[in-house]
């Protein structure tokens, strides 16, 4: 197992992701608890040190299943991470009854990675809103030991990380993010790398497969990568391409002991990208993409829309959601914003499409997306 370095501590650079867990088949709340002991123990035995649930996570059972699979071993033996709900804003005012009731739910009496969950769009003022005292409550958490270690996890764009950090920076010790090959440049992770970078703040890795999109590719794209690397399967090659860029930490949601004992596996070399191997996966990540609408954000639609919409920051939402075939980033984004700045409000005049250099059917595209947010 490849090992990372963290404030004197050695962290397995695989970690065990609980919100994909085995499940009988009876709904996601539904988790096969044999089935995740027996992966929790193969985890163990083959040197994977760090486990992260949260929550909400399969309906709010994910705590107590992994909390359950994990008191067999030493409290010392792994460390164990989850996060405050601040993905439903309803729960704002409750840090401290949910901080207590996650020690319960887990058995444990302190956490040793405890993260602020999805700052976004959505929550950003909420989390900095000195009246819920969520800041306050966790980092005096922290100096009692029950909290080792506080971070954070974000969905939301670069500008709401700098806002969530230029209030919180001094105590935030990891930040995680979405990160994989495709996220790049498609959601700007490279920038959300280098501003954790600039802030001194190792970076943790969420969705390094993207949900298992990146698990299995296109015939010809196979090829091209068996052609490079023949006994490298296809998703090791997104957790090469994470090896390449100095994360601390890559978290894998693992659904089967097949998933768990590829992954570890792959963990057991650091064996980071050529410039060359860099180069043709980023092509196929461009031919991925290759659906989504080539809007450069140049702006000119915005000051010819009679709404007054920010059209280049929709169609960016509308290519996450068509890429993602649905998800919670568009509409988390979008529940931020006026009803009257959403994409309904688009009356069809076509006035942006005039003056767009790529020619994008704009109107077409906010129709689209009304019709697949329902």
Request: glycine fraction near 8%; include cysteine.
């Amino acid at each position: 197992m490849v090992y990372r370095d963290f404030q004197g501590l050695r962290l397995s650079a695989l970690g065990l992701g609980a919100m994909r867990l085995p499940v009988k088949g009876g709904g996601d709340a539904d988790i096969d608890e044999a089935a995740v002991g027996d992966m929790v123990a193969c985890a163990m035995e083959h040197g994977v040190n760090y486990y992260d649930t949260a929550w909400g996570y399969h309906n709010g059972n994910s705590e107590i299943v992994m909390g359950k699979a994990l008191a067999k071993y030493p409290r010392d033996s792994f460390y164990l991470a989850t996060k405050f709900p601040g993905y439903d804003l309803a729960n704002m005012p409750k840090v401290e009854e949910i901080f207590e009731k996650q020690l319960e739910k887990c058995g444990v009496d302190y956490f040793d990675f405890y993260l602020f969950h999805n700052v976004c769009e959505m929550n950003i003022d909420a989390y900095l809103d000195e009246r819920y005292g969520i800041f306050e409550y966790l980092t005096e958490q922290k100096k009692k030991g029950r909290i080792k270690h506080l971070g954070f996890s974000a969905h939301g764009s670069c500008e709401v990380m700098e806002r969530f950090l230029e209030a919180y920076k001094t105590e935030m010790e990891f930040g995680q993010i979405q990160l994989n090959y495709i996220d790049w440049s498609f959601q700007d992770a490279k920038a959300k790398v280098e501003l954790l970078n600039s802030c001194g703040i190792p970076v943790w890795v969420m969705e390094p497969l993207r949900g298992g999109r990146l698990a299995k590719l296109a015939k010809e794209d196979e090829e091209k990568l068996k052609a490079l690397r023949p006994n490298e399967g296809i998703p090791a090659w997104a957790f090469r391409f994470l090896q390449s860029k100095g994360v601390t930490m890559i978290l894998s949601g693992m659904s089967n002991m097949e998933q768990l004992k590829d992954n570890i596996m792959t963990f057991e070399t650091d064996s980071p990208l050529s410039e060359g191997e860099m180069e043709t996966l980023f092509s196929i990540a461009d031919g991925m993409l290759n659906r989504t609408l080539p809007c450069t954000s140049c702006r000119y639609c915005v000051s010819h829309c009679p709404k007054g919409l920010d059209i280049p920051r929709l169609l960016e939402l509308y290519n996450e959601h068509q890429f993602t075939e649905g998800g919670f980033i568009a509409p988390m984004a979008l529940a931020a914003l006026p009803r009257e700045k959403q994409p309904l409000s688009c009356v069809g005049c076509r006035s942006c499409e005039a003056v767009c250099p790529q020619q994008i059917k704009i109107s077409e595209a906010m129709a689209d997306f009304c019709a697949r947010l329902g």
